[in-house]
């Protein structure tokens, strides 16, 4: 079913900035406003060669187009027509029964779908899903979430070299919180291509349990998520950090449980009904208006959990906030 066939709504020009977690936002920014950043990153490319991926896949895989998968063609067209994306991804099938999907590269970056993924999700369920990899790409997630492949690669190589491994996992798990932020970007990205929550929920709680879903309840997977938060003591929230170590997505109650709570905010609505940032004002932002949306965002999740571990380090982590805003405080200054 088409975009014409639902009547979606198009978001025209509309920026990534409209859907992105604020932690993810503001890590974005900041590296967007790196100088000579994206250099950097053009250079790395080279240890991460998108021309031979592509080839690769196009070697290896099945290209969607109105031939093959044509059904999956059309949601990547369709997502690309919603959220304004000039270019359309090729969108890759490969035969894996492990189910995931991917967006990759640098330039041009493309999506991966294995059929597994395939066999799981129901239509509007992969539509959700083939959003979500191209609001990556809208955001240039594509490029960043690759510079943590690379990284996480070097970091493995040069294990022998003690100071070098724990300067590289420093900064490999400072990404990886990030990507997880991105994946719940991406997540809402996902829901205003497909503009079905039902089905957005539903495709993130199969993650969990698999196909069978008439054994599966959404609200009851919700309560699962509000146990998850609250269970337990301090050990608990100790093993539920620890847990995440070394790990690009959030659990699949998280990201259920957070998409659902963005939804009932009203932020979905108000983007269907017009009101989001647009593109041509990105470079109007500034990397301290998005420090302080991230650490506010930060402040708003420890208010609202229940975690005992959450309540012990509350008062460092307020502390750790106040340090960061304080020396973005003089930045501004200087920026002004």
Request: proline residues 4%; aromatic residues 8%.
């Amino acid at each position: 079913m088409t975009t014409p066939d639902r009547h979606r709504v198009q978001l025209p020009g509309i920026s990534s900035r409209a859907y992105e977690h604020p932690a993810d936002r503001s890590a974005l920014v900041a590296m967007r406003s790196l100088s000579g950043f994206d250099s950097v990153l053009k250079r790395m490319s080279g240890l991460f060669s998108e021309r031979r991926l592509r080839l690769m896949f196009l070697a290896s895989a099945v290209r969607a187009d109105e031939t093959q998968f044509r059904a999956l063609y059309d949601m990547g067209r369709d997502s690309a027509y919603i959220l304004d994306l000039h270019r359309i991804p090729e969108v890759y099938v490969q035969q894996d029964p492990a189910v995931y999907a991917m967006a990759i590269g640098f330039d041009e970056p493309f999506i991966v779908v294995s059929t597994g993924l395939l066999d799981l999700m129901d239509p509007e369920e992969l539509r959700f899903v083939i959003g979500h990899e191209t609001s990556h790409i809208l955001s240039g997630h594509a490029v960043y979430g690759t510079m943590l492949a690379v990284l996480t690669r070097l970091a493995t190589r040069v294990a022998w070299i003690p100071l070098g491994y724990i300067g590289l996992r420093v900064i490999v798990a400072a990404l990886e919180e990030w990507q997880r932020k991105a994946e719940m970007s991406a997540d809402r990205g996902g829901l205003l291509a497909g503009q079905d929550p039902e089905a957005a929920l539903r495709a993130l709680m199969k993650l969990a349990g698999g196909s069978r879903l008439h054994e599966m309840n959404i609200e009851a997977f919700l309560d699962q998520a509000r146990e998850y938060d609250t269970a337990g003591d301090v050990r608990d929230g100790l093993l539920k950090v620890l847990n995440l170590i070394g790990t690009t997505h959030p659990f699949a109650v998280t990201r259920v449980a957070e998409l659902d709570r963005w939804r009932r905010s009203g932020g979905y609505d108000a983007i269907l009904a017009g009101t989001y940032p647009h593109r041509e004002d990105d470079g109007n932002i500034k990397i301290t208006e998005e420090i302080r949306a991230a650490a506010n965002s930060y402040r708003e999740s420890w208010a609202q959990s229940q975690d005992p571990f959450i309540g012990v380090l509350r008062d460092v982590a307020e502390g750790a906030v106040h340090a960061g805003e304080r020396i973005f405080n003089r930045f501004a200054r200087r920026e002004n």
